[in-house]
């Protein structure tokens, strides 16, 4: 029992570095022959014993014709798989090694390390004649994920049947016999599945949205006209119709207009997101830090531990967009991104649409309890929060819109006439 409770912690341990390293953003993982594999086929014929008797009583021979050799072409396949991937988590498995393991303990590390983070798959040249290789590709064809060799190329359903019938008859040709190759690899299920699909890493819509507003926030800062504070301060804690309500609202209108699946109204929509969290910032700098995330409705609003008096424009952003984060991981567990997409699909940003409705309701909740209150400052963050998700569910279901290009600031200023 502690035995089997160390392996377990260790294997906690180990996935808990991997997220730490950004693992849970997807990783490509290298399948390769480790312990098994063609080199241990030939080995046994020239030794004429079984794969139990090579472990026990050739065991210097199976070391040195086998398992470093595998490793060794591991670590130059892993290599050239990080140049492909070179801004990805590689991970080569030959080169985790565990004092006391059994095959079994790696094998439940690594199917966990498929299931939680492997959006990608690398197969190598002599992935069919391992065991355990061949179970990681079934493992990514019954989870429908991207399988691709070492320079990138997608591997097709036809392409490992081919590579699987190719592996039995060159083992065919040096006298092995069928039962002992069926025992010894386990037959696949390649199904009626004609392609693999990619899966995207956990939560990359919301990664890739707030990639294009961290963009558009840093632009936003270079521009001397563009003045938050000054802004907010003219508005005052209540300024519900203020200068930023002029321009956030003028760029959800214009989404609105042109449809938010359009590419001119995805960008709008966007924008007027970006905006919402330059609003954030500003006020946390003006009023104060923004509450505790993730309070359920009811309980007492709790302020946050940093406030954003003294942190510069890049803290005060990144301070505001580890907020939101935190919220979205909250409103994630309680809701359900397939009602958002549902909405999205449906009817958009139109006039009374659900998005519409919920953001003029946080919108209003903010300005009637005050920014200079908690509570009005946790209405305004639930309101840039929503922004976020429909940003995000824009994204799911039509995309990323693209990168405003402008010859100037002035399109960002609050009293400009619509062209």
Not at 259 to 265: D, L, P, Y
Request: net charge negative.
């Amino acid at each position: 029992m502690d035995q089997a409770f160390n392996v377990d912690q260790m294997i906690n341990s180990i996935l808990d570095t991997i997220k730490c390293v950004g693992g849970d953003q997807g990783v490509v993982y290298v399948t390769v022959p480790i312990t098994t594999g063609l080199r241990e086929f030939q080995l046994m014929k020239d030794l004429k014993c079984s794969r139990e008797s090579l472990r026990q009583d050739y065991n210097g021979d199976w070391l040195d014709r086998v398992k470093r050799p595998n490793e060794a072409d591991a670590e130059a396949f892993a290599l050239l798989v990080q140049l492909r991937f070179a801004n990805r988590l590689v991970l080569n498995p030959a080169a985790l090694q565990v004092d006391g393991w059994s095959q079994e303990n790696y094998t439940k590390l690594w199917d966990q390390i498929l299931l939680e983070f492997c959006d990608t798959l690398v197969v190598t040249p002599d992935w069919a004649f391992s065991s355990g290789a061949r179970a990681e590709v079934q493992r990514m064809l019954d989870l429908g994920r991207e399988i691709v060799d070492v320079f990138g190329k997608r591997v097709s359903v036809e392409t490992l049947m081919t590579a699987d019938a190719a592996t039995k008859g060159r083992l065919g040709s040096m006298g092995w016999e069928s039962g002992e190759i069926n025992q010894r690899l386990p037959k696949m299920d390649f199904g009626r599945r004609a392609s693999l699909m990619k899966r995207d890493p956990p939560h990359a819509a919301w990664n890739m949205t707030i990639t294009w507003m961290l963009s558009e926030r840093r632009w936003q800062q270079r521009i001397p006209e563009f003045k938050d504070d000054e802004r907010t301060r003219g508005d005052g804690a209540r300024g519900s119709k203020g200068e930023w309500h002029q321009l956030l609202w003028k760029y959800f209108e214009r989404a609105q207009r042109s449809g938010i699946e359009s590419s001119a109204g995805g960008t709008d929509l966007f924008i007027f997101v970006s905006l919402g969290i330059a609003y954030l910032e500003s006020v946390m700098h003006v009023f104060g830090p923004l509450p505790e995330p993730g309070l359920p409705g009811g309980e007492a609003v709790v302020e946050g531990r940093l406030d954003a008096f003294d942190l510069d424009r890049n803290e005060r952003l990144a301070l505001a967009a580890a907020w939101l984060r935190r919220e979205y991981f909250y409103t994630s567990e309680k809701y359900s991104s397939d009602d958002d997409d549902d909405h999205t699909r449906r009817f958009g940003v139109e006039h009374g649409s659900w998005w519409d409705r919920q953001l003029k309701l946080y919108w209003a909740r903010a300005f009637d309890r005050g920014l200079d209150s908690l509570a009005g400052r946790q209405q305004l963050g639930k309101f840039v929060s929503t922004a976020m998700n429909l940003a995000t569910s824009r994204v799911r279901v039509i995309g990323v819109p693209s990168v405003p290009i402008r010859r100037s600031a002035e399109d960002l200023l609050p009293f400009e006439e619509d062209d």
